[in-house]
């Protein structure tokens, strides 16, 4: 017993070093495999749908390729453009917040509307918002003076479909070998463990992400429909946080709803905007939710803001993309210790110590 005791210790050890110190090298490797984790359901339905598995993964290469492809070349450029025109309309809505408040502050409580510095106000608003837009303009001049950074990064960017080609292909035979390397005393209940983990993960990584992605999208057609400028930006953002249940509502709504006053500063037009997100919570309800997450578990949102807050503190963006995955994997584990505790003499025992 002592001797497994020090074995695993001693393995964990060597594998909790070699990835702090090798973190920062394996972000290509990390999203390949989430991307092929995401991925492998598709192949292995295709291959039932008698297609080989390299063609199989070809295809599913392919469709992943052609989203992240879309995504960059037109979906990135779209947001820029939103966000350079919302900071040329910064001003205005500044001057005419600053004149609403300024006029109840003296209307109803006869304080001196001079006393917000209005000038100032905007001065300081506008000065840091074209600090942010000449902060990402000087960190592109530097890494563009850079050739070994560029290099890098582009290393990075090539390495990861050719990573994922081959991690797809190879996905079920990984597995496999992992499952063979477990110590048969231990295999059964790792076994259920894993299943149990990737059904959760399932559920959330794959059906949630789509639910974000179509969340994205009617709120994009919503918004422009009642004709809000800031439509793709506001969406994007509402559905992009929606993982966590509600949020992307109350975000959506307080954002598209603070920029419809300054777009018509006419009040009756916050009900446009409240019924645009009336109609796509229902969608998602009835719809979405029900049809790509189904009734599996997914995880509790407090549990996912703190991974990932706690991930991106301990490893940056490798523990961005690790946090939910570890997290799905340790909520199992203490579902798990949780059964067996109950189990055991020290919770059923009533006798007095």
Request: proline fraction near 5%.
């Amino acid at each position: 017993m002592d001797s497994k005791f020090w074995f695993w210790l001693i393995v964990l050890t060597i594998a909790a070093t070699l990835f702090y110190l090798l973190s920062p090298m394996l972000t290509p490797f990390f999203v390949a495999a989430l991307l092929a984790y995401l991925g492998d359901p598709l192949v292995d339905r295709l291959e039932g749908m008698k297609l080989s598995r390299t063609l199989s993964v070809t295809v599913v290469f392919v469709v992943i390729s052609l989203i992240i492809l879309v995504f960059f070349l037109f979906l990135v450029p779209l947001l820029e453009m939103q966000i350079k025109r919302l900071g040329e309309r910064l001003p205005g809505y500044l001057d005419w917040s600053l004149g609403m408040f300024g006029a109840y502050l003296q209307d109803q409580l006869g304080v001196d509307p001079a006393i917000l510095q209005g000038e100032k106000l905007k001065e300081l608003v506008t000065s840091n918002w074209q600090q942010t837009g000449g902060l990402i303009k000087s960190v592109i001049q530097t890494v563009s003076k850079s050739g070994f950074m560029i290099v890098g990064w582009i290393g990075t960017l090539a390495l990861i479909p050719v990573i994922l080609f081959y991690l797809l292909r190879d996905w079920d035979n990984l597995v496999a070998y992992i499952h063979d390397l477990l110590p048969r005393s231990v295999e059964p209940t790792v076994s259920s463990l894993a299943k149990e983990s990737d059904e959760m993960l399932g559920a959330f990584l794959r059906g949630q992400f789509m639910v974000m992605i179509a969340l994205s999208i009617l709120y994009w057609l919503g918004l422009s429909l009642i004709g809000l400028d800031f439509a793709l930006l506001i969406g994007f953002i509402a559905g992009s946080v929606s993982f966590v249940p509600y949020l992307g509502l109350i975000v959506g709504i307080t954002i598209a709803g603070i920029a419809v006053l300054f777009q018509t500063q006419d009040p009756l037009n916050l009900l446009w905007v409240l019924g645009v997100f009336v109609v796509v919570q229902v969608i998602e309800g009835s719809i979405l939710t029900p049809w790509l997450v189904g009734e599996r578990i997914g995880l509790h949102p407090v549990a996912v803001i703190f991974a990932v807050l706690a991930g991106g503190q301990l490893f940056g963006f490798v523990g961005v993309l690790l946090a939910l995955p570890v997290a799905a994997i340790l909520v199992v584990i203490m579902r798990h210790l949780h059964e067996k505790y109950k189990q055991s003499n020290v919770y059923t025992d009533a006798s007095p110590p």
